[in-house]
């Protein structure tokens, strides 16, 4: 089993950074993916970005591309993403993610966080 804890989100003013922690406790060496998702109200979940875990594969979701970067400290068993020139249109709750099979880097994720609040004011 794979216990996620997300941390960092907040609100913000449109054109401001936030950055999006995520560490994994647990069978961590089962995990060869780790992502973020997002859920705005009235919406379903969608894919933001992940990363595998040597860190060769990081694809985004055409909305984030160039705005957002996910990265990840292995030996902190820990994934962030970095949230650069926020738009009110990111205004969601951010949930972490991980998986333990190869594969899609965007579908089949095991194990979810509880996921964190990120509001973006115009």
């Known amino acids: 089993q794979v216990t996620l804890v997300e941390s960092g989100g907040g609100s913000v003013q449109a054109g401001e950074s936030l950055r999006l922690s995520c560490a994994a406790s647990g069978r961590t060496s089962s995990i060869y993916t780790m992502g973020w998702f997002r859920q705005a109200p009235g919406k379903e979940r969608g894919f933001v970005a992940s990363i595998s875990r040597i860190g060769d594969n990081t694809p985004y979701a055409d909305s984030v591309k160039g705005r957002f970067t996910i990265s990840n400290v292995n030996a902190k068993n820990t994934v962030y993403l970095q949230m650069n020139s926020l738009k009110p249109e990111d205004t969601a709750v951010y949930y972490c993610?991980?998986?333990?099979?190869?594969?899609?880097?965007?579908?089949?994720?095991?194990?979810w966080g509880q996921g964190t609040q990120v509001t973006v004011s115009s």
């Open positions: 993610a991980a998986k333990r099979s190869v594969g899609d880097p965007r579908l089949g994720f095991d194990y």
